[in-house]
């Protein structure tokens, strides 16, 4: 049986891709901080859990005399708005880890690293669904840290033969996600609230957290023996249509207004290209932007009813 | 009287960058590893020396309620080899302690910081003269880290104000340095041996440490409100007209043979044009490349004498 390290198990990308893991068949170890909210590491898939900061001691203690033949990296920054307000724990949460992470694999000689990496690395391009290899010009303090972790493992790949692979998730959402737009969007629409900020025009790729796992899961068992660079999206839409399927998908008689100003730091599109991961890996995505907006909005009004 | 903070100063270019903000009438606090050599810091102008770590803690404490208007990083990496045999050690050197000093300093709301960065961020890039706007493409650890580095400075500087100036010094040289192509050539032709790797046609921009203080210096002390980037280098010259002129310098009758293997890793060319720092700061380097290389000799053979 293959065998699985996810870091940043208990988060809301990586416990997916755990079970999605192992679902594949692999042993999952899960290491990092978290909430396992009501739930347990082994409902996520997870063959044990082990509580604690990764860092190069950390993973040499965690993974013993084990064979490892992959490691998940799901711990890094995760919110554009956290690398404002504490830039240097998103540094050391997207940057110090990674690179504790390939060191550990280094001296070991064995085990594939798969960085979940995003979006933000590309920031504004206009009128173009990127490729993996689009210029990067990130517009955040997150996206600059997710490029120098996506760089120290070319580095690693480059000189060190580390089987390094990355992938560059666009607008993941999906149930437990307790964050971002859609969560701002859902609590703001239940108060009855329907101004927001933006155009409404914003171009996004929307992508399930489900399908986010199983690429996760196809590129870590997918070794390339170099570094090798993917984008995880699935469908374009507009912040106006992705509100206002969720009023919607919550049963709620409204219509999202948008103020109409143009935020600097926020690009009006950041859309992918995924022929790469299809092609080279067979990858799918399956669930539809209005089927994964109702099943986030059924989520929603059951943990509003259990937070009320 | 203005105030600086000098990361790494007891170190190569470190200790000469502290002497030369000193003689611009800086009091100069030193932070850092290493080994003064029989000298004291307050000979290489420094009004204090704390030995240590660098981290935003050591920082904090060591600065206390100073006002502090330059921090110069002269702590990073400091040669390519190490950074294959100890990657790790290296990130954190250039990288972790530059996104630790941006933070403290981020934190204070004052200060310009300065990162003594490298040519090695360039990499090959055939038959010109390298601007600071020049691709960016490293060949070695060593050179994704100081990459790494000035990026997270970038960053800091365009999300939070932070006031940054990057040098990035091409081949230096000098009194001291007991490392890299100088040392090692003048320990062989000690010993006879003229034989050398390469081709001897390799061509780099070399600068004595002296002249990259006084760049640092001038960087330093010129706030720009922004993310700035210098080159700093000299004069071009080859590996066979560099070691030709060592020998000479050296009174040994000795002429460098090669044995014409190219080596991947090692750009034929690497060479600067400083005319922005020359146009920007009014800098000019004042050490002829034959002048310098005599003092080199004439300080080896100081120290071979009283090694053997």
Not at 66 to 80: K, N, Q, R, T
Request: charged residues 20%; aromatic residues 8%; proline residues 3%.
């Amino acid at each position: 049986m293959s065998r699985a390290v996810v870091l940043g198990a208990a988060g809301f990308i990586g416990r997916r891709a755990a079970r999605a893991l192992a679902q594949r068949g692999l042993e999952v170890i899960g290491l990092g901080h978290g909430d396992w909210a009501g739930s347990a590491p082994a409902d996520w898939g997870l063959a044990r859990w082990q509580a604690g900061d990764i860092g190069l001691e950390t993973l040499d203690a965690l993974v013993g005399d084990a064979d490892v033949d992959v490691y998940l990296h799901c711990a890094g920054g995760s919110a554009v708005g956290a690398s404002y307000a504490a830039p240097l724990t998103d540094f050391h949460r997207s940057v110090s880890t990674t690179a504790a992470l390939l060191e550990h694999v280094r001296r070991r000689g064995r085990g594939r690293v798969v960085l979940a990496s995003s979006a933000a690395v590309y920031g504004d391009q206009g009128d173009v669904d990127l490729t993996e290899t689009s210029v990067r010009s990130p517009m955040s303090p997150y996206g600059f840290h997710k490029q120098a972790a996506e760089q120290v493992g070319d580095s690693y790949a480059r000189f060190f033969g580390v089987d390094v692979g990355v992938v560059r998730l666009f607008s993941v959402y999906g149930e437990g996600l307790r964050k971002q737009l859609l969560w701002d969007a859902a609590n703001k629409l239940m108060r009855g609230e329907t101004g927001f900020f933006g155009t409404g025009h914003e171009l996004r790729d929307w992508i399930h957290v489900d399908d986010a796992a199983t690429l996760l899961a196809a590129v870590a068992t997918t070794p390339s023996g170099r570094f090798d660079v993917y984008n995880g999206g699935h469908v374009h839409a507009s912040t106006r249509q992705v509100l206002g399927t969720l009023a919607q998908a919550l049963d709620l008689p409204l219509v999202p207004a948008f103020n109409g100003e143009a935020h600097s730091g926020n690009p009006r599109r950041l859309t992918a290209d995924c022929s790469h991961a299809r092609r080279q890996l067979g990858w799918t995505p399956t669930v539809a932007l209005a089927d994964g907006l109702r099943r986030y909005a059924r989520w929603f009004l059951q943990a509003h009813g259990s937070a009320a």
